[in-house]
């Protein structure tokens, strides 16, 4: 009986929490200059491996962020279609709140910037669309390695997000596309 209760008692409390949207912090004393500058992509990971395979459509490796006078910012990138690498940029949206960007790519995604350092930056994407939801976080570096801590603060992010260590692509020496 007691467990019956116990039971009860927590499905009770889990109940106010189903279709919440799970809140990602954002880094710390967040400034957009921050993130401004050359990038290069080191680690995606989703919840959908496909997404970040060859061929999937957050397979890309990012090469800058331009903040514009409006306080958004504009993402440079590479992406390959036909097997060929093709630049492309979104604008990433402000939000009001410092670190959390929203812009439209099969659905609406909600950017924030999870850890940002003078030499990383971890960037969550959670995508929105009628298929449902769908995690992307990427690890972003000023250069093509990564450190002990770096990676350990990523992987430790991607676990919160219930992405598993199976779905965490290293790009850091994979056939870049942005070097063309």
Request: charged share 25%; net charge negative.
């Amino acid at each position: 009986m007691k467990l019956v209760l116990l039971l009860s008692v927590g499905l009770g409390l889990a109940w106010p929490l189903q279709g919440e949207k799970l809140h990602v912090s954002v880094s710390q004393d967040f400034h957009p200059e921050q993130v401004t500058g050359s990038w290069h992509t080191l680690k995606l990971a989703s919840t959908d491996r496909s997404l970040i395979e060859e061929g999937g459509a957050y397979l890309c490796f990012m090469t800058g962020i331009v903040l514009l006078d409006n306080g958004n910012l504009n993402v440079t990138y590479f992406h390959r279609e036909d097997g060929k690498c093709v630049k492309k940029f979104y604008i990433a949206e402000e939000t009001g709140t410092p670190g959390h960007y929203t812009f439209e790519y099969q659905g609406k995604n909600y950017l924030t910037f999870v850890d940002v350092t003078e030499d990383f930056t971890i960037m969550d994407l959670e995508n929105q669309s009628e298929g449902g939801t769908i995690i992307v976080s990427e690890l972003h570096g000023r250069s093509l390695s990564t450190d002990e801590t770096e990676w350990e603060l990523y992987y430790t992010h991607t676990r919160r997000r219930s992405i598993v260590p199976e779905n965490i692509v290293d790009l850091s020496l994979s056939r870049r596309c942005d070097t063309h």
